[in-house]
C-alpha cells in the first residue's frame, strides 16, 4: 500500500491570505500546506479520499493519471469544492468517476453541484456515480473498506481503514466502539489543528494521546493550522513514532 498525502493544512491553506507570520512566511516547503487531501494506491486501486479546494493541483502536482474513485468524509468545502476537477478523469478514463459518500454529503454534494445533477446533462459536466455508504464495512471498486464514525463538533464525519492504514480527518470526538476499528494499524493519519483547544479539531495533545491510546505503528498528524508552528519546530518535539505530514509525503508499507 503506498499513502500520498496530497494536502495537510486546515481550512484555509498555509500560508493565509494576508498572514505575516512566520509560518506563513516559512521558506521550509513543508510549511506550504494544500487543503487536506490523501491519495491510496491498493491492490492496482489508486482512491483519493475528499476533493477539497486545491484538488485540479494536488492531482496536476503528483502527476495522476488514473483515479479509480473518490471517497468522501464530510461535506465541508475545504473537502469537497474541488470535485467538478474530476472531468479530467472522466475524459481519459472514459466512465463516470465512482463517488463514496453517505447521503448526507451526497445532499450536500447534489446541492453545491446542481449542475451535475440537475438532469439537463449540460455538456462537458463532471460524470459522477454516487455509491451510498453508511457506517458499515462496504466495498469501493472492490477494495474492502471500513468506515470509522467520529464526531466534528455536532456533525458525524466518515473515517477509513483500509488493510492495516486508518485515516482519521476533522474530528475531536472518537467513541470507544469506533476506537475499535483503528486498533493494529500500521499507519495512522489524525487531524491536529493546533496547540490551543478548538470546538471540531483535536489538538497536538489531544491527538497525541489518543496516538498513545491506539498504538499505530506509526502516526501523521494532518489538517494542520498556521497557529500550530514552524514543521521544522514542531516535528523536534514529537516521538520517533509520530510525524507531522507534509504535502507530497509518501509513505509505503
Ligand atoms: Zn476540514
Ligand atoms: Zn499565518
Ligand atoms: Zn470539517
Redesign the pocket.
Given at each position: 500500500m503506498k499513502i500520498t498525502f496530497l494536502g495537510t493544512g486546515t481550512s484555509q491553506g498555509?500560508?493565509?491570505i494576508g498572514?505575516?507570520?512566520?509560518?506563513?512566511?516559512s521558506i521550509d516547503s513543508r510549511d506550504k500546506r494544500t487543503r487536506t487531501s490523501v491519495m491510496i494506491e491498493v491492490g492496482g486501486k489508486n482512491f483519493v479520499i475528499d476533493s477539497g479546494p486545491d484538488f485540479r493541483q494536488q492531482m496536476l502536482r503528483e502527476d495522476v493519471r488514473l483515479l479509480d474513485a473518490l471517497l468522501f468524509t464530510h461535506e465541508h468545502k475545504d473537502h469537497i469544492a474541488g470535485l467538478d476537477d474530476v472531468r479530467a478523469f472522466n475524459f481519459i478514463q472514459k466512465k463516470a468517476m465512482p463517488v463514496y459518500a453517505t447521503e448526507r454529503v451526497q445532499n450536500a454534494i447534489k446541492r453545491e453541484f446542481a449542475y451535475i445533477f440537475d438532469g439537463t446533462n449540460y455538456p462537458g459536466i463532471p460524470k459522477i456515480d454516487l455509491h451510498n455508504i453508511i457506517n458499515e464495512p462496504f466495498e469501493a471498486e472492490g477494495i474492502p473498506v471500513m468506515p470509522i464514525e467520529v464526531s466534528h463538533h455536532m456533525l458525524p464525519v466518515l473515517g477509513f481503514r483500509i488493510g492495516k492504514f486508518s485515516y482519521i480527518t476533522d474530528a475531536n470526538y472518537i467513541s470507544e466502539k469506533e476506537k475499535e476499528k483503528i486498533f493494529g494499524s500500521d499507519v495512522l493519519v489524525l487531524n491536529a489543528l493546533r496547540r490551543e483547544e478548538h470546538i471540531s479539531h483535536f489538538t497536538l495533545t489531544q491527538a497525541l494521546q489518543l496516538i498513545d491510546e491506539l498504538k499505530p505503528k506509526k502516526a501523521f498528524l494532518i489538517h494542520i493550522s498556521?497557529?500550530m508552528g514552524l514543521h521544522a519546530e514542531v516535528e523536534k518535539e514529537l516521538s520517533e513514532n509520530v510525524s507531522i505530514a507534509y504535502d507530497g509525503l509518501k509513505v509505503t508499507f
Open positions: 498555509i500560508p493565509l498572514c505575516q507570520c512566520v509560518v506563513c512566511k498556521h497557529q
